[in-house]
């Protein structure tokens, strides 16, 4: 059962939920949640990609939600961070119209500094392994990273740099800066469209990926944000809203649901058969 180490069973990969609390809720129910109690079934193991906050009608109520998860089971929930975590991590890299409670603040710190909230996890699976990040590992940044040859390797390294590299992990890229793509921007705020994909196009991916944060296709738009060339590599879950991009070596999947004021109509975790390596 995927609740204890190194044993198989179902992982599923929750994109950005964006303080939507009752869909998050609604999600983990469908994949088996007891409707009560809200307890996750043996089997299960949630990865998190980030952005728990803002947009949305209730942060609060998703950072109470996660923070349970990793108090009662805590092998069932991996929590990653994401841009609008790390916003409250170190100084605010941006300006954004909502600001949390104190204590929903302290509660994402003591995340960070106790290592609940990670950077990355790697998940094994029968057809591969994928790397999980909040935007993914672009090309350039792996290469800084020592070009690790697997997934658990790169999540290991990454993880490494928590609270001791914080502004090198929360490198921006373009769609913070407003200049041009940056090829080694980091694994929290790369854009999956000019940095992540693209980048990844003149090398070999070493290991798939999963990421959240941005999307080669716009949801609510209907339309691609990359050249055909690379929209005729990419299948679309029009319902699950996933986005999976095939280039040499393995697959680039996108699970940002989009969310915004309301929660987007249709959208799934990403599950895999498989486990969480360590």
Not at 97 to 110: A, G, H, K, N, Y
Not at 171 to 192: D, N
Not at 228 to 248: F, I
């Amino acid at each position: 059962m995927s609740g204890e180490p190194g044993a198989d069973g179902r992982v599923a990969v929750v994109g950005d939920v964006g303080g939507h609390r009752e869909a998050l809720a609604a999600e983990l129910v469908r994949l088996g949640a007891d409707p009560a109690t809200g307890r996750l079934p043996d089997d299960l193991t949630v990865v998190q990609v980030g952005d728990l906050v803002h947009r949305g009608p209730d942060s609060a109520g998703v950072v109470a939600l996660a923070d349970h998860y990793l108090r009662t089971q805590p092998r069932q929930w991996v929590q990653l961070v994401g841009n609008h975590e790390a916003q409250y991590l170190g100084e605010p890299l941006f300006d954004w119209p909502e600001r949390l409670d104190p204590d929903v603040r302290e509660v994402l710190r003591r995340w960070w500094a106790d290592g609940a909230m990670r950077v990355a996890a790697a998940v094994g699976t029968d057809e591969d392994e994928l790397l999980v990040t909040h935007a993914g590992l672009t090309a350039g940044f792996w290469a800084e990273l020592g070009a690790p040859a697997d997934a658990t390797a790169a999540a290991a390294g990454l993880d490494a740099l928590a609270g001791r590299e914080d502004a090198t992990l929360f490198r921006p890229g373009h769609m913070l800066t407003g200049r041009r793509p940056h090829r080694a921007a980091g694994p929290v705020w790369a854009a999956a469209a000019t940095e992540l994909v693209p980048g990844w196009v003149e090398h070999v991916l070493p290991f798939s990926q999963v990421h959240g944060h941005s999307s080669v296709y716009d949801w609510s738009q209907e339309e691609f944000r990359v050249p055909p060339e690379l929209a005729v590599r990419t299948h679309l879950d029009v319902t699950a809203r996933h986005e999976t991009t095939r280039l040499v070596g393995g697959r680039l999947v996108g699970v940002d649901p989009g969310h915004g004021r309301r929660a987007a109509s249709s959208w799934r975790a990403l599950v895999l058969t498989g486990r969480v390596t360590p």
